[in-house]
């Protein structure tokens, strides 16, 4: 496949590493490990990995190559599980990486959340497979690419992305045959401070304008409040704040 895309398989697989950010001593979940092509390449970094796959057959051929490169097998562990459901807690890891499998596994959302979850706050992950750049749909590359592999059919899921997920970046590898999607791990939604004043006629903040919605009035009463608010020389938000707070302490 490397040569058929005009590039070098080591250069390519250590460059997909990189992604990683890895740092000296890291523990690195690879999911879907296959024969261990990639894990190789992670034990050139100083650090441990868990290479696991659902696949008894891989998994000992993956072994034996690790052999046959005399790999350190203090810092790497062969398991067999599902991406769906990992055996790690919660944070158990620096970083998770998968490649060449995404498109097939059955749930992708469910998949990439779980890889998340063991993630510790502030780790990566990477996940990629096949799928042409958008940008060369039209194209031959692209055309003889999906007649040969429908997989090059698919689109990289970047909605399927955890909302916990941080500096999301989504890059076509190999020539743009394939989707590589790399983000940080945080929790949650990303924060806003809802109670910045917008300058401007219309004023208000986040809060007061999602939070602090009334019913609709008449398009002529609108008007008339907009004109009001100007003469007063108050955003709108501010002058309906200020006469209703008034007409409820009346009464």
């Not at 696991?52 to 599980?81: K, N, P, T, Y």
Request: hydrophobic content about 40%; some cysteine; glycine content about 8%.
């Amino acid at each position: 496949m490397f040569k058929m895309l005009l590039s070098e398989q080591a250069t390519v697989r250590e460059d997909l590493i990189d992604t990683l950010k890895l740092h000296s001593g890291a523990r690195v979940l690879e999911i879907g490990c296959g024969t261990c092509r990639d894990t190789i390449h992670l034990l050139n970094r100083n650090i441990t990995v868990y290479a696991g796959d659902l696949s008894h057959e891989m998994l000992a051929i993956g072994q034996q190559r690790l052999q046959d490169a005399a790999a350190d097998f203090d810092r790497v562990r062969l398991f067999r599980a599902d991406v769906m459901r990992l055996p790690f807690a919660d944070g158990f890891f620096d970083a998770a990486y998968h490649f060449g499998g995404l498109n097939l596994f059955p749930d992708i959302a469910a998949s990439l959340a779980e890889m998340t979850r063991v993630v510790r706050h502030g780790g990566r992950v990477v996940a990629g497979d096949e799928g042409v750049g958008p940008w060369l749909s039209s194209t031959n590359f692209a055309k003889i690419l999906k007649n040969s592999n429908p997989l090059f059919e698919h689109s990289a899921p970047i909605q399927h992305v955890p909302i916990s997920a941080r500096n999301v970046d989504c890059r076509w590898v190999l020539n743009g045959s394939f989707y590589l999607i790399s983000f940080d791990v945080s929790s949650g939604e990303p924060g806003l401070d809802l109670d910045v004043e917008f300058p401007g006629w219309r004023g208000g903040s986040h809060r007061k304008r999602y939070f602090g919605r009334l019913e609709g009035v008449s398009p002529q009463l609108r008007d008339n409040v907009v004109k009001q608010a100007a003469a007063e020389g108050s955003s709108v938000s501010a002058w309906l704040e200020k006469t209703l707070r008034a007409a409820i302490s009346e009464k």
